[in-house]
Every structure is written in structure tokens, then in C-alpha cells.
């Protein structure tokens, strides 16, 4: 039997960290385990930026709350991590490490070969890295989360 009871969902904000979010949801809600929703910023340190960090910080912190509902805060315990790194792949995974996540959720681009070569991505890095399973969710990605009203039309018509 498998158990769950700390999933992480690793995000950008982007279609395929939403996509992610869906999932880790869905799966936190049927193992009965407590979510969590991590946004790893890279480190602005000793960078020109044209914003207040510290508004900038609290910006994303904010995004990171509008995230996650009532209903995650109640029945999967759903805590929001911010975190600020030089290596993004490295905080998803030292996060995991030190919280005792038994699985990852993060979303993927599905960049080409070239493009992979070239730049790499955060999700192929965190699979390579992680010392515990990764769930990597391709954007746009087939439906298999179906809420139940979906569900219930779609299978009426059997």
C-alpha cells in the first residue's frame, strides 16, 4: 500500500505549475495528505532590479495565498512556502529533503530536445535530484482530473 502524507507542488505561476496544483490536489485529497505549495524565487541579491524586492517578495507571498483555498487550509493541513535561491531545482529538492515530502507535483513545459540541451528545466533537474518520487504534469496535458460535476454528466450519457 502507498502512503502519502506530504505532497509537494512545486510553481511559476504558469499553465503547467496550475496544471501541477490540480493534481497535487486531487492527490493530497484522496491520500489524506497535507499539501504544500512552493514558489522557489531566484536570488536577486547584488542584481539591478527596477522593484522593491521586499514588495516584490510580498507580491509573490501573496499570489502563493490566492493559490490555495479554505477548503485546502482545513482538509489538507495546505501550508505555502516561499523560498529564494540561487538554484531553483535545488530549493524544490532541499525542501523535500528536509520536510519529508513523499511526492513532488511540478509542471513541465515540454521543451524540445535543442531547447533542453541548451537551458535544461527545473522539472528535469528536480527528477534527477529528488530523493523521492516526482510526478511531472506536461501542459497542455490530457484531462484526468475531472471535477464531479463533469464527471457525473459526462458519465450519464453511458
Keep these: 500500500m502507498i502512503l502519502l502524507n ?4 512545486a510553481t511559476d505561476f504558469g499553465p503547467a505549475a496550475d496544471a501541477a496544483l490540480t493534481y497535487g490536489r486531487a492527490l493530497a485529497q484522496s491520500f489524506r495528505a497535507r499539501l504544500h505549495l512552493l514558489h522557489a524565487m531566484e536570488n536577486s541579491f547584488l542584481r539591478a532590479t527596477p522593484a522593491d524586492p521586499y514588495a516584490h517578495k510580498a507580491a509573490v507571498l501573496k499570489r502563493l495565498h490566492e493559490q490555495i483555498t479554505a477548503d485546502d487550509r482545513t482538509s ?37 530536445a535543442m531547447a533542453q540541451l541548451l537551458v535544461g528545466s527545473v522539472a528535469e533537474r528536480v527528477v534527477r535530484t529528488a530523493r523521492c518520487p516526482v510526478l511531472t504534469v506536461k501542459h497542455p496535458e490530457r484531462e484526468f482530473v475531472v471535477p464531479d460535476a463533469l464527471a457525473a454528466v459526462t458519465n450519464s450519457g453511458r
Aim: aromatic content about 2%.
Design 6 to 9: 506530504n505532497i509537494l507542488v
Design 76 to 112: 489538507l493541513k495546505a501550508h505555502v512556502v516561499l523560498e529564494t535561491s540561487d538554484d531553483v531545482a535545488n530549493a524544490i529538492t532541499e525542501y523535500a529533503k528536509s520536510t519529508n515530502i513523499d511526492l513532488i507535483v511540478i509542471g513541465t513545459h515540454g521543451r524540445s
